[in-house]
């Protein structure tokens, strides 16, 4: 069941207390090349993540057992391996809560197997490409942007970005396929200051839609977690 | 309870038994002649003198100034009578016995106004002293009352026994408006509500004596607490007689103010009470909302995923197993989206959800929820116009997002395959108008309103699915952000649901600073 054999396989906790969810998630991501080992307690989950030292970590936010957000300060307390958080819908409180103490990226109950896959795929990437050869161009769509000479071009033509705009767009940028909570968004563009001027995010969003989406509207690349925050995907 | 009967006694004692107090006078004169005549004989008459004199001193002493008045004069009358030659008449024939005379009158005088003044200073510090005990045993009373209505009739009570008076409290009602406070027979008193309401609301007393005869309030006095005035006790003299009533306002006040603070220690305790109910109430609902969310929520993401596992199982099912498993799929997850209806609408009913208003642009809740319904949306592709320039407005983004979901959904399954859906929004007066439009059928005729209602669809018996919440939860999520909801049929065909939001007064955005020279533009 492992494709990539030689180079080892990538490992991943699943931390979830319904069997039947843990058994599809188990198959899903088998078939991605992962080992998977089950936990379906809190306690339990983070001791094999100090056994196994995990590649990935999926984990149910609503365990009886405990609360999953301090689950995830725990485990970030010695260990930066991507969390990936299951949560139903409007609970985005705890979704923003767990993106602030250090979860990834969330998935909302009920979801696909191809999303799953998806988003473990893009943690996963992330997690493995480390500091190795990280390219200074980043391409989308008809957009190339050059993060060394702080270049944007659409169709090889030039884009003007204001210096604020930019540094929002970097910041999207950096953290590929990963939910951006506001908060974080405004801390790292505006300083630590702006954390309660959503509208300024919302605001100058909404301007790199317009310089850099085909329909600002629908956008592509740019994509909203409503309530939560922003995504960029490319 | 308290012991003013004696207090009473001792006030109508003095006047009650004039005609007793004044015939004991005469007697003790009497008295005091029988018993100095057979002694002229071996007194001189200056000591009879004294005699008499001892007699209007105890009188006054005893009985009060006008008896010992009466008793001066009689005195000096007696004693020329009987005992200054010539003896049983009138005539005085040595001179010196007037001075005699008016020396004992105005001793008379002066000891017995010296002696009764001394009476009534001593019987009015009693009486003080038992009006402050009674002040002090409301005070007590009122600190162990556990309702208004207690508060009213134990100051009731003090005033009548006490100041001899009666009173009705009038507390505000939840508009501001005062009523007698029920549980006492206060009708006899009238009220009249203009002077309540200006004691209420600047806080002062008002008296007005002429009231006082019509059996109406004299004095209105407001119960200033330490948070607010709390109301208006009205008080009326039970005689119509209202200078003893003002010559005891610092009393009156000081009773106003003791009630004042019992009806807020009752207020405060009210309130607490309510909070806890209202927690506890609150608690409830939600652990139950989310239990069950919880319950029906984790079989169901199991079914989907499940099911979508099968579909992309490896090696790959036959045609028909493939179809069924993602048949199972679709299914389970429009269980799963109707179950989050119910829930939604749920939590909307049960007060669950506030609002987490924030500044946004309209146009990209209307971006994600077209990403959310992805292949829900294949077969209907989405326009969406919107008015250059439009404006902020505050809103709930994940509760709006649910809007946009649910009648994107409706125009997708209301209107044939290929169709497309438009969504436009420009600013209406102070609000923004935004509508959703198909090209499907339309509505029926003359059902726009009942289709906001729960459990009700556009066509009673369709082979179109659903429940009929959609509509619902919009019209409750549009509803809590103070806007409207209606829907109609196109002129050009298709059906049209069109919201509204509040504009409001957006926050202004400032510009960024360039520096021309500043950072390398990208």
Redesign the interface.
Known sequence: MNERVGDHSPVVIVVEDEKLIRRFVRTSLEEEGCRVVEAGTLAQGLLESGNQKPDLVVLDLGLPDGNGIDFIRDLRAWSDVPILVLSARSHEKDKIQALDVGADDYLTKPFGVGELRARARALLRRQSRGGEGATPIVEFGDVQVDLSRRVVTRNGEALHLTPIEYRLLCALLANTGKVMTQRHLLRDVWGPSSVESNHYLRVYVGHLRQKLEDDPTQPKYLLTETGVGYRFQP | MWDLQKLTDRSSSSSLASWKRFSLAVLACTGTTLVATPLLAYLDLANIVMLFLLTVLLIAVSLGLAPALLSAFLSVGLFDFFFVPPRFSFEVHDGQYLVTFTVMLAVAIITGQLTAGLRRHADESDTEALRSRALYEMARDLSGALMVEQVAEITRKFLRSVLNADATILLPDSTGALHPCSGQDAARLQIEPRFAIIAFERGTSIDCVQLANSGYAALYLPLKAPMRVRGVIAVAPMDGQTDFLLSQRERLETMASLAAIAVERLHYIDVAQRTQVQVVSERLRSSILSAV??DL??????????A??L????PPLGAVAQETAAAI?DQ??RL?GLV?NL??MA?LHAGEVTL?K????I??????????LGRGLVEHP?K?A?AKDLP?VEFD??LV?RVFCNLLENAAKYSPPGSGIEIDAHVKGDTLEVAVSDSGPGFGPGKSPALFEMFVRGEAESATPGVGLGLAICSAIIEAHGGSIAAANRLQGGACVSFTLPLGD??I?EE?I?HPD?????
């Open positions: 969310s919880h929520r984790t079989p169901l993401t199991a079914l989907v995923g499940l979508d596992s579909t992309v199982s490896k799929r389970s997850e799963a989050g829930l939604d939590r987490q924030e500044w946004q642009p146009e990209e809740v209307i971006g994600s929820s077209i990403k959310l989405v969406v919107l902020l983004a994940v997002e957006p926050p955005i960024e360039l500043g950072e390398r533009q990208p």
